[in-house]
């Protein structure tokens, strides 16, 4: 777990920012909920046989000998609101999210054990052409951002009955050849099959290349739902390759499967996840509800910002990664100079200015240079003598400019000239 330090928080908002504005045009409503939820909550809408019951929550009893559980992700814990708080009488439900998760796994680049996570969730969305508005919104919200190198995806987990039929005709495959399998693919053998297609493991890639697909078991409503799905894509113009190993690594899952992954950071990255759960919301004792969304990990998002931004240093992610630069820093020595600019930082920051004071009361040189380090625009001078005159220098540091000297009084004209291009 990670501290946020000031610096990389400025890039998260700034990402969140957009996300925000991106859901609000497409009619999402923010949800947040709490991070800790009962440990039967997950159990239930994950599934108990997953890594992430299996291995990875953090779940301990409290003082009133009740499982709890931080939870690892978003979906599970916003059905239950919806379920709760009757949200899905009123009508489907559009609504995002941001927050941490935790998952006790090996921290890695991108990847630690609290991590975050924004995502979308619309319940009561259930034609093809809903999986295509979600999957759009992903991928708009990434191009948005200025993230390079993006590509999508698809693949269909088909109804339940498709899978069963595809579990068996997998598992009788595999059991064939348990022996060349990797440890963790023989232990899912009996438990989650499926998620053996997910491997990380080279071998067991390679075997599987020869394995039964899931597409071969489809029934032929789910072909025909994943080809108007296909067909939408093509029609907004978002590029796809079907991926018939692709699986998400979580139980409720069903239908259109997908994922956004990035070349930024060498190998190609996962971005953004998500799929189809329509068994979801009858499991965790509501009425049967079909429902689709996504999540995109904001720590892997901010690694493969900044090497979008190392690769293109004019494009949007270099805009949402660049520090902070102030509009303004004030350069002031001296008791009187000192109360005047206190002052007039103040008016100016009312007046929507990013304005930095410099309290050190050094040489005026030694202000300048560090004026200079924070890359701010203008400097604004105030010494004794200025003050005394109720007057203020203005010294363009970033762009061309002549220097002016302005009445303090005249806060309409400073603001204009701080805000010149």
């Given at each position: 777990?990670?501290?946020l330090?000031?610096?990389v928080?400025?890039?998260?908002q700034?990402?969140?920012?957009?996300?925000?504005?991106?859901f609000?045009?497409?009619?999402?409503?923010?949800?947040?909920?709490?991070?800790?939820?009962?440990?039967?909550l997950?159990?239930?809408?994950?599934?108990?046989?997953?890594?992430?019951?299996?291995?990875?929550?953090?779940?301990?009893?409290?003082?009133?000998?009740?499982?709890?559980?931080?939870?690892p992700?978003?979906?599970?814990?916003?059905v239950?609101?919806?379920?709760?708080?009757?949200l899905?009488?009123?009508?489907?439900?559009?609504?995002?999210?941001?927050?941490?998760?935790?998952?006790y796994?090996r921290?890695q680049?991108?990847?630690?054990?609290?991590?975050?996570?924004?995502?979308?969730?619309?319940?009561?969305?259930?034609?093809a052409?809903?999986?295509?508005e979600?999957?759009?919104l992903?991928w708009?919200l990434l191009?948005?951002?200025?993230v390079?190198?993006?590509?999508?995806e698809?693949?269909?987990?088909?109804s339940?009955e498709?899978?069963?039929?595809y579990r068996?005709?997998?598992?009788?495959?595999?059991?064939?050849?348990?022996?060349?399998?990797?440890?963790d693919?023989?232990?899912r053998l009996?438990?989650n099959?499926?998620?053996?297609?997910?491997?990380?493991?080279k071998?067991?890639?390679?075997?599987?290349?020869?394995?039964?697909?899931?597409?071969?078991?489809l029934?032929?409503?789910s072909?025909e739902?994943?080809?108007?799905?296909q067909?939408g894509?093509?029609?907004?113009g978002i590029?796809?390759?079907?991926?018939?190993r692709?699986?998400r690594?979580?139980?409720?899952?069903?239908?259109?499967?997908?994922?956004?992954?990035?070349?930024?950071?060498g190998?190609?990255?996962?971005?953004?996840?998500?799929?189809?759960?329509?068994?979801?919301?009858a499991?965790?004792?509501?009425a049967?509800?079909?429902?689709?969304?996504?999540?995109l990990?904001?720590?892997?998002?901010?690694?493969?910002?900044e090497?979008s931004a190392?690769?293109?240093p004019?494009?949007?992610?270099?805009?949402?990664?660049?520090?902070?630069?102030p509009?303004?820093?004030i350069v002031?020595?001296?008791?009187?100079?000192s109360?005047?600019?206190?002052?007039?930082?103040?008016?100016?920051?009312?007046k929507?200015?990013?304005?930095?004071?410099?309290?050190?009361?050094?040489a005026f040189?030694?202000q300048?240079?560090?004026a200079?380090?924070?890359?701010?625009?203008?400097a604004?001078?105030?010494?004794?003598?200025?003050?005394?005159?109720?007057?203020?220098?203005?010294?363009?540091?970033?762009?061309?400019?002549?220097e002016?000297?302005?009445?303090?009084?005249?806060?309409?004209?400073?603001?204009?000239?701080?805000?010149?291009?």
């Amino acid at each position: 777990m990670v501290d946020l330090l000031p610096e990389v928080l400025r890039r998260w908002q700034a990402v969140e920012a957009e996300a925000r504005q991106h859901f609000r045009c497409a009619g999402f409503g923010e949800i947040r909920t709490p991070l800790l939820e009962t440990t039967d909550l997950f159990c239930r809408g994950i599934g108990e046989a997953t890594d992430v019951v299996g291995k990875e929550m953090y779940s301990f009893q409290d003082r009133g000998d009740r499982s709890c559980t931080l939870r690892p992700e978003g979906t599970a814990s916003v059905v239950r609101a919806a379920l709760q708080h009757g949200l899905l009488s009123q009508g489907a439900q559009k609504l995002w999210y941001a927050g941490p998760m935790f998952r006790y796994e090996r921290p890695q680049a991108g990847r630690q054990r609290q991590f975050h996570q924004i995502g979308v969730e619309w319940l009561g969305a259930e034609s093809a052409r809903s999986d295509v508005e979600v999957i759009a919104l992903a991928w708009d919200l990434l191009a948005r951002l200025g993230v390079g190198g993006l590509e999508l995806e698809v693949n269909s987990l088909g109804s339940p009955e498709d899978r069963q039929t595809y579990r068996a005709a997998l598992v009788q495959w595999l059991e064939q050849r348990s022996e060349a399998l990797d440890p963790d693919s023989q232990a899912r053998l009996s438990t989650n099959p499926l998620r053996i297609l997910d491997t990380k493991n080279k071998d067991t890639q390679a075997l599987l290349e020869e394995a039964p697909t899931l597409a071969d078991a489809l029934s032929s409503e789910s072909r025909e739902r994943f080809e108007a799905v296909q067909q939408g894509l093509c029609t907004l113009g978002i590029p796809f390759r079907l991926n018939p190993r692709l699986v998400r690594g979580l139980d409720y899952y069903s239908h259109t499967a997908f994922e956004i992954t990035s070349d930024r950071l060498g190998a190609q990255a996962t971005v953004c996840g998500g799929g189809r759960y329509d068994g979801l919301i009858a499991q965790l004792g509501g009425a049967a509800t079909p429902a689709i969304g996504w999540a995109l990990g904001m720590e892997r998002l901010l690694l493969v910002l900044e090497a979008s931004a190392q690769a293109d240093p004019d494009g949007t992610a270099a805009g949402l990664v660049a520090g902070s630069v102030p509009d303004a820093y004030i350069v002031n020595r001296g008791a009187q100079a000192s109360a005047a600019a206190l002052a007039l930082a103040r008016e100016l920051r009312g007046k929507g200015l990013v304005v930095e004071l410099d309290d050190s009361g050094s040489a005026f040189g030694k202000q300048f240079k560090r004026a200079d380090r924070r890359e701010a625009r203008w400097a604004l001078v105030l010494g004794d003598e200025e003050a005394e005159r109720r007057e203020v220098r203005l010294k363009p540091l970033q762009q061309r400019g002549e220097e002016s000297v302005i009445a303090l009084t005249a806060m309409a004209a400073i603001v204009e000239t701080l805000q010149t291009p």
